[in-house]
Nanobody, 119 residues
Framework: QVQLVESGGGLVQAGGNLRLSCAAS????????MGWYRQAPGGQRELVAL???????NYADSVLGRYTISRDNAKNTVYLQMNSLKPEDTAVYYC?????????????WGQGIQVTVSS
């Protein structure tokens, strides 16, 4: 079984920083793209940042210049450094990974972690 576990969320004041981590475990034989999504109360889940297997990155316009996504393939881990946080960044953040296992390839989600930015 594959499991993605997120950490690093919490409560921070506007202007503050947080770093999210998401580590995958299980019978993984390969990892492709990794991404972070978020869902605010009453809203839809949206893509925040994406990092390809080759290292190329994409960001939502709302976080460009403030967030940085990175990955450590040796640790099966993706990170999201969030700087200059704003109240509108408040949401549940989910990691997503394209993983290859002995059973095939699929996309996997973390359980979600709360990020709350106070004004």
């Amino acid at each position: 079984q594959v499991q993605l576990v997120e950490s690093g969320g919490g409560l921070v004041q506007a202007g503050g920083n947080l770093r999210l981590s998401c580590a995958a475990s299980g019978s993984i034989v390969g990892i492709g793209a990794m991404g972070w999504y978020r869902q605010a109360p009453g809203g839809q889940r949206e893509l925040v940042a994406l990092i390809q297997g080759g290292g190329g990155t994409n960001y939502a316009d709302s976080v460009l210049g403030r967030y940085t996504i990175s990955r450590d393939n040796a640790k099966n881990t993706v990170y999201l450094q969030m700087n200059s946080l704003k109240p509108e960044d408040t949401a549940v953040y989910y990691c997503n990974m394209a993983l290859a296992t002995m059973s095939g390839r699929s996309y996997y989600w973390g359980q979600g972690i709360q990020v709350t930015v106070s004004s």
